[in-house]
C-alpha cells in the first residue's frame, strides 16, 4: 500500500503559516502559537498541534487574522488526519471525505467520516487520540457523547 503522499501539505502548509505569521506581524504571542502548532505538527504530536490550533482561533485577531488562523488550522488537521491514518485499512474513502472536508473548512462534513473511522477495529490507541482530538476541537462534546451512546444501545428503543 502506497504511502499518503504529503509533500504537497508541506508547500500548503508553509505559506498558510507564512501569510499567519505575516499577518501577526504585531502580536508576537499569537505568532508564537502558529509556531508552536507547527512545531507540534512537524514533530507529530496531534493532541498538541490540536491545540494550539484551538488557542490561534480564541485569540482576539481582526477577521483577516481570523480567516488566516482558520485556514492554518483546517489544513495542519487535515494533514495530521491525512499522515496518521491515510493507509488505514477498510477506511481510505472516509479518510479521504475528513481529509477533504478539514481542508476545506466545511467541518461538519468530516464529522460522520470520523464516526465511521473510529470505529475501524484497526485503529491504533494514538490514531484513536487523534480522531477524538479533531472531533473534539471542530465539535467539543463529540467524543462524550459517543462514548455515552455506546452504553445505551443495550437499551430497547435507544441508540438505535
Given at each position: 500500500?502506497?504511502?499518503?503522499?504529503?509533500?504537497?501539505?508541506?508547500?500548503?502548509?508553509?505559506?498558510?503559516?507564512?501569510?499567519?505569521?505575516?499577518?501577526?506581524?504585531?502580536?508576537?504571542?499569537?505568532?508564537?502559537?502558529?509556531?508552536?502548532?507547527?512545531?507540534?505538527?512537524?514533530?507529530?504530536?496531534?493532541?498538541?498541534?490540536?491545540?494550539?490550533?484551538?488557542?490561534?482561533?480564541?485569540?482576539?485577531?481582526?477577521?483577516?487574522?481570523?480567516?488566516?488562523?482558520?485556514?492554518f488550522g483546517h489544513v495542519g488537521s487535515a494533514y495530521l488526519v491525512q499522515k496518521n491514518l491515510?493507509?488505514?485499512?477498510?477506511?481510505?474513502?472516509?479518510?479521504?471525505?475528513?481529509?477533504?472536508?478539514?481542508?476545506?473548512?466545511?467541518?461538519?462534513?468530516?464529522?460522520?467520516?470520523?464516526?465511521?473511522?473510529?470505529?475501524?477495529?484497526?485503529?491504533?490507541?494514538?490514531?484513536?487520540?487523534?480522531?477524538?482530538?479533531v472531533a473534539e476541537r471542530y465539535a467539543p462534546g463529540a467524543g462524550k457523547v459517543g462514548e455515552?451512546?455506546?452504553g445505551v444501545k443495550g437499551i430497547p428503543g435507544l441508540g438505535q
Amino acid at each position: 500500500m502506497a504511502m499518503p503522499r504529503l509533500n504537497p501539505w508541506g508547500n500548503e502548509l508553509g505559506s498558510k503559516a507564512q501569510a499567519s505569521n505575516k499577518a501577526l506581524a504585531g502580536n508576537p504571542a499569537t505568532q508564537g502559537q502558529v509556531s508552536s502548532g507547527l512545531q507540534s505538527l512537524l514533530s507529530n504530536k496531534g493532541g498538541e498541534s490540536l491545540a494550539a490550533f484551538q488557542k490561534l482561533s480564541q485569540a482576539k485577531l481582526t477577521p483577516e487574522q481570523m480567516k488566516l488562523a482558520k485556514d492554518f488550522g483546517h489544513v495542519g488537521s487535515a494533514y495530521l488526519v491525512q499522515k496518521n491514518l491515510g493507509n488505514l485499512d477498510g477506511s481510505q474513502s472516509d479518510v479521504a471525505q475528513i481529509v477533504s472536508s478539514l481542508r476545506n473548512g466545511k467541518v461538519t462534513e468530516a464529522l460522520p467520516a470520523i464516526q465511521k473511522v473510529s470505529q475501524n477495529a484497526k485503529l491504533t490507541p494514538a490514531q484513536k487520540d487523534l480522531l477524538t482530538s479533531v472531533a473534539e476541537r471542530y465539535a467539543p462534546g463529540a467524543g462524550k457523547v459517543g462514548e455515552a451512546l455506546k452504553g445505551v444501545k443495550g437499551i430497547p428503543g435507544l441508540g438505535q
